[in-house]
C-alpha cells in the first residue's frame, strides 16, 4: 500500500481529527462531541491504517447501531479508496456468524427463526401463568424483558436486579419474573430466538469454542465501536469474546448523548475505558462544525449543569461556524397554539428557500405528535413522521423500483439518468411537477420523488448501475430523503441534523417527563434536550405552552431552560425560578391503599386510593347523581364526558364523600382549576343537592388533559 496514499488521508483534517486517525495500533478513546466529525474521524482512521498497510480491509469490524450509519460508513470508505472493510450492526454481525457456525453451534443448518416482536410469545407465556393483559402492559412486559436480557439479568435474580436498577416495573416483580420465565420457555417450544438470544449464542460459541473463537479472530484484527456510549451489557460481552487477549480496539462516544439508559444501554464501558485498557490513547474532538455559535453556546449551557458519572467526559464544543440567529424562545397559551405557530414559521422558513426536508420538529414523546401533523395539514405542509414504514417497503415505491428494473431492458441513448428515470415513473402514474392535494396522496408522489433526486445525485451512472445502488440500499436500509419537515421524538432524531429544528413542548412533566424520579432519570432528560438542541445546525426555536389544552391545567416551562423559556413573558420569571420538585413533594412518596395499605403502581388504583381487589364502600346513589350532573355539565359545553371527571374520579368521591375542599383536594384527578370551578358543586352533591340544582358552568376553562 501507498505510504503517499495514507498521508493524503490525514489531509483537510484539525489537529484533534488528525491526532485520532493517526493514533497508534492498539485501544484508542475518541470522545467525539456533537457535530465534531466523529465519522470523518472513524472513516479516515481506518483508512490510514488500511492505506499504510497495518491492517487489510477484510480484517476489519467496524460496529454502529443503525443499518444506515453502517451504510454510510461504507460509503465514505469507498470514497477514500478503501473497500472490503465490514460495517455491520451489532446484530447483523452477530447473525452472520451464528449463520456461519450454526452447524458446530447449534446442530443445525439453519438458524432458528428471529421474532420480530417479544409481545406474541409474551402474551402466551403470561397465559401459561395464569395472568392476562392488554396489547400495551404486553409491550411493556417485552421491553422489561429486552431489558433483562440485555443487561445479563437471569430469571432467577431479576426481582433483586431490577429494584437495583430502580426501575418502573409494568406490575409487581414476581409476577415479571415467571412471566420472563414462561417466555423462554414458549420461546424453545417453538424452536424461535430473539435478537438477545442471537448476541448470547454467539457471544457463548466463542467463549466455550476454541476453534471458533480463533477463526473469528484470525478474521478480524482491527475493531471499531461507534456510539460506544450507548451499549449495553450484553454487547460488551459480545465484544470482549470477539476482542480475546487482543486490544487493537478503537471507541467512539459521547457521554453527554447517553439516552437510552432505559433499554440496558450504559456509558459505564466509556467512563471506564482508560482503567480497563491502561495504555489507551484518548482524543477529544470538541470542534463543532455543525451548529452556528449561538446553538452551540446554548448545549453548552444545557450541559453545563450536568451532574452525575456522565458528567466527568462533558466536552465544551467550540463552535466553527460564520455566526447565526440566537435561539428563539416563544411561550404559548396552549399546545394547539403552539403547534399553529410552529407550522406558520414552517411556512415562512419554506416560503423564505428552506426546503422543508432540511426541518425538523422534535419532542419527547411520540403522543405528541397529533397535534403538530394536524398543524401542518392545516398549512398544506409536507411531513415525514420519522420511525414510520421503512422506506423501501413502502407500496409506491416497491412499484418504482420494479418499473426502474424493468426499463433496464429497453434502450435509452442519448438520454441522463434522471430523464430515464422520470421517463420510466411516468409510466406508472407518477408525474413530475409537483405534490398532488391530500395528505395521503402527497404522501405517496414525496416519497417516490425521492427516487428522482436520487437519480440526479447519481447521474453519472447507468440506470442497471441506479437499479443496482436502489438494491443495495434497501438490503442496509440506507434511504434517500423525502422531502418533507420531519417529525420526530427526541430519541428517534438522535443521529440526524437539519437546517432548522423546533423544540416543541418543553414544559415539566413533559420534559422532563414525569417518569423521571430518580437524579440519575433527570440527567438523561438534561441530555435528551441536549442531543435536541444540537441538531440544528442554524435556526432553533424553543417552545412551551402554560396548558395543553385550551383552559387546562397551568404548567411550568421545562426547568433545564426555565430562564430563557420566559424571557417573552416576563410575568412567568419568578415562577419559574422555583424548585420544580417542591410543588410536587407532598406527592412524590408512594401512594398506599386506603384500605390495605400496599403501595398503588397502576393509574386506576392510584386514582381510586385503594386496591381494585379491596372492598369498595361506594354510595352507589351518590355515585348515579355525580354521573348525572356530570352529564349535564358535558352537555352544555359539548365536550366527551370524561373531561370533567373520569369514572375513576367519580367513583373516588362517591367512596370518600368528602365534605370540605381540603378533603376534595386529596382525590387523584381533582387538580387545582377542576377545583376552584367544580369544588363547590361536588361538595353540593356530596351533601345531598340534586344534579339539576347545582351550577353546570365553567366547563371551558376547567377541563384539560
Known amino acids: 500500500m501507498s505510504y503517499d496514499r495514507a498521508e493524503r488521508v490525514l489531509a483537510g483534517l484539525d489537529d484533534e481529527q488528525r491526532a485520532a486517525v493517526s493514533a497508534p495500533a492498539g485501544p484508542v478513546c475518541i470522545l467525539a462531541g456533537a457535530g465534531t ?104 412486559l417485552a421491553g422489561e424483558i429486552e431489558w433483562a436480557k440485555s443487561s445479563l439479568v437471569e430469571p432467577d435474580n431479576y426481582q433483586t436486579m431490577a429494584l437495583r436498577a430502580g426501575r418502573d416495573i409494568p406490575g409487581d416483580a414476581a409476577e415479571v419474573a415467571k412471566i420472563y420465565v414462561a417466555y423462554e420457555e414458549a420461546k424453545t417450544r417453538a424452536g424461535v430466538i430473539d435478537f438477545e438470544d442471537m448476541l ?41 469474546a470477539w476482542l480475546g487477549d487482543r486490544d487493537d480496539l478503537t471507541v467512539v462516544g459521547d457521554a453527554a448523548q447517553t439516552i437510552y439508559s432505559f433499554t440496558g444501554a450504559t456509558a459505564d464501558y466509556l467512563l471506564d475505558f482508560t482503567r480497563t485498557h491502561p495504555s ?8 463543532d462544525y455543525r451548529s452556528t455559535p449561538q446553538v452551540v453556546k446554548l448545549a453548552n449551557d444545557t450541559i453545563a449543569a450536568a451532574t452525575g458519572a456522565q458528567s466527568k467526559l462533558r466536552l465544551q464544543l467550540i463552535g466553527q461556524r460564520p455566526d447565526g440567529p440566537v435561539p428563539q424562545t416563544l411561550t404559548f397559551d396552549d ?91 411516468e409510466a406508472v402514474g407518477w408525474r413530475p411537477g409537483g405534490a398532488p392535494g391530500g395528505g395521503q396522496a402527497r404522501e405517496k408522489w414525496e416519497a417516490v420523488a425521492a427516487l428522482v433526486r436520487l437519480a440526479e445525485d447519481h447521474h453519472l451512472m447507468t440506470l442497471q448501475e441506479f437499479v443496482d445502488e436502489l438494491a443495495r440500499r434497501a438490503s442496509v436500509q440506507h434511504v434517500p430523503t423525502v422531502d418533507g419537515v420531519t417529525l420526530a421524538s427526541l430519541h428517534a ?66 426547568r433545564f431552560l426555565a430562564t430563557a423559556l420566559t424571557a417573552d413573558r416576563p410575568e412567568l420569571a419568578a415562577q419559574a425560578a422555583k424548585s420544580p420538585g417542591k410543588k410536587r413533594s407532598a406527592r412524590t ?30 354510595d352507589e346513589e351518590l355515585y348515579d347523581r355525580l354521573v348525572a350532573w356530570r352529564t349535564l355539565v358535558a352537555t352544555k359545553a359539548g365536550l366527551p364526558a370524561y373531561t370533567v371527571f373520569t369514572n375513576a374520579t367519580l367513583t373516588a368521591i362517591a367512596e370518600q364523600r368528602p365534605t370540605a375542599l381540603t378533603a376534595l383536594t386529596k382525590i387523584s384527578g381533582v387538580g387545582p382549576r377542576k377545583l376552584m370551578v367544580y369544588g363547590e358543586a361536588v361538595i353540593e352533591l356530596v351533601a345531598g343537592a340534586k344534579p339539576g340544582d347545582v351550577s353546570a358552568e365553567g366547563l371551558s376553562s376547567a377541563t384539560d388533559s
Not at 420480530?116 to 402474551?123: E, L
Request: proline share 5%.
Open 335 to 425: 399546545e394547539p397554539a403552539e403547534a399553529a405557530a410552529v407550522a406558520a414559521r414552517c411556512a415562512e422558513l419554506i416560503a423564505g428557500g428552506t426546503p422543508p426536508g432540511q426541518i425538523a420538529v422534535l419532542f419527547r414523546t411520540n403522543a405528541q405528535s397529533e397535534v403538530y401533523e394536524a398543524a401542518l395539514a392545516d398549512a398544506d405542509i409536507p411531513t415525514v413522521v420519522q420511525g414510520a414504514a421503512r422506506f423501501f417497503d413502502r407500496p409506491e415505491v416497491r412499484q418504482a423500483v420494479v418499473a426502474l428494473r424493468s426499463a433496464t431492458r429497453t434502450s435509452h441513448e442519448g438520454e441522463s439518468l434522471p430523464e430515464t428515470v422520470t421517463d420510466a415513473l
Open 493 to 558: 432524531a438522535k443521529g440526524l441534523e437539519w437546517d432548522a429544528v423546533f423544540l416543541a413542548g418543553l414544559a415539566e412533566g413533559t420534559l422532563p417527563t414525569t417518569y423521571a424520579r430518580t437524579a440519575a432519570q433527570v440527567e438523561e432528560e438534561r441530555r435528551l434536550l441536549y442531543v435536541g438542541i444540537t441538531r440544528a445546525r442554524e435556526q432553533l426555536w424553543l417552545s412551551w405552552s402554560l396548558a395543553r389544552s385550551p383552559g387546562g391545567r397551568p404548567r411550568r416551562p421545562c
Open 37 to 140: 466529525g466523529k465519522t470523518r474521524a472513524v472513516t479516515h482512521r481506518i483508512a490510514y491504517r488500511v492505506l499504510r498497510g497495518d491492517v487489510r480491509p477484510q480484517h476489519v469490524l467496524a460496529v454502529t447501531f443503525t443499518a444506515r450509519a453502517a451504510g454510510e460508513l461504507r460509503d465514505r470508505l469507498r470514497g477514500l479508496d478503501v473497500d472490503g472493510v465490514q460495517a455491520r450492526t451489532f446484530h447483523a454481525a452477530a447473525l452472520r456468524q451464528l449463520r456461519y457456525f450454526a452447524p458446530r453451534l447449534l446442530h443445525s443448518r439453519e438458524v432458528p427463526d428471529l421474532l420480530d416482536s417479544k409481545a406474541k410469545f409474551v402474551g402466551i407465556a403470561a397465559a401459561r401463568v395464569g395472568l392476562s393483559f392488554s396489547r400495551t402492559k404486553l409491550r411493556d
Open 280 to 287: 489507551s490513547t484518548v482524543v477529544r474532538l470538541v470542534r
Open 589 to 618: 412518596g408512594p401512594i398506599k391503599c386506603r384500605i390495605c395499605g400496599k403501595t398503588l403502581i397502576d393509574a386506576e388504583p392510584r386514582k381510586l386510593g385503594r386496591c381494585l381487589d379491596c372492598p369498595s364502600d361506594v
Open 200 to 240: 448470547s449464542l454467539t457471544a457463548r460459541g466463542i467463549e466455550e469454542h476454541d476453534d471458533m473463537a480463533e477463526q473469528i479472530r484470525a478474521q478480524y484484527r482491527l475493531f471499531i465501536v461507534d456510539e460506544y456510549q450507548d451499549v449495553n451489557p450484553l454487547q460488551q460481552r459480545l465484544l470482549t
